[in-house]
């Protein structure tokens, strides 16, 4: 894996790269405007975030989010959201871009290779597991721990901010055939059977 940092996103889509397409590719069911996404993706964050916030105050003993602990647990939501980018970045096996649209509220990474179904579900799915569920189900689970009031909120705000992974997540499961393997292109991801290019031999996982 080799990581580029882009800095800012211009917006432009065709300045983003794209993996050639495959014979036989379908785009996934997504919404392809940038604008629309990131309001829709912000508004199903803070709606996941209030379930989470719900589920934290009538499960975690003494759950305060305006505590110091709660305070440092939600500094360290925000300071994650680069090595969740990195996170991402390592499932990449060559070149991968990272960019940063913080007036949308988004970060991401991008590149041109391909994946099969499970090891793109993995790369989206890899820092949220890291920086949000597995926090948070160990401050559940062990709320006597001194840290755990840091790691609820940590957990909490993380697996929030990790709404547009569960979306990949999401499309590719419900819209992936068996045996298919996907590639971004821009914005957007497409899906293709491999076996449909002889010319084109399948990727290694």
Avoid at 43 to 61: A, G, M, N, Y
Avoid at 111 to 131: A, C, D, I, Q
Avoid at 193 to 201: E, F, G, V
Wanted: aromatic share 14%; charged share 15%; net charge positive.
């Amino acid at each position: 894996m080799r990581l580029h940092y882009k800095k800012a996103f211009n917006g432009d889509m065709n300045s983003l790269p794209k993996h050639p397409h495959e014979p036989g590719a379908v785009k996934f069911k997504e919404i392809d405007d940038f604008n629309q996404l990131s309001i829709t993706l912000n508004l199903l964050s803070f709606l996941l975030f209030i379930i989470l916030l719900i589920i934290d105050v009538l499960t975690f003993k003494r759950f305060d989010f305006t505590s110091k602990a709660g305070l440092i647990g939600l500094c360290l939501s925000f300071l994650v959201l680069i090595p969740h980018e990195f996170l991402h970045a390592i499932c990449f096996k060559g070149d991968v871009e990272m960019y940063t649209a913080l007036n949308k509220g988004m970060l991401f990474v991008t590149g041109t290779e391909t994946f099969s179904k499970s090891r793109f579900v993995f790369m989206s799915l890899l820092p949220n597991l890291v920086f949000g569920f597995l926090p948070w189900l160990v401050a559940l689970l062990f709320q006597d721990w001194s840290i755990s009031q840091i790691l609820i909120v940590l957990g909490t705000v993380a697996i929030a901010q990790g709404i547009g992974d569960y979306y990949n997540v999401f499309n590719a499961l419900s819209q992936m055939p068996k045996g298919a393997r996907c590639y971004l292109y821009g914005m957007n991801t497409y899906w293709y059977m491999p076996q449909q290019n002889k010319k084109n031999p399948t990727r290694e996982e």
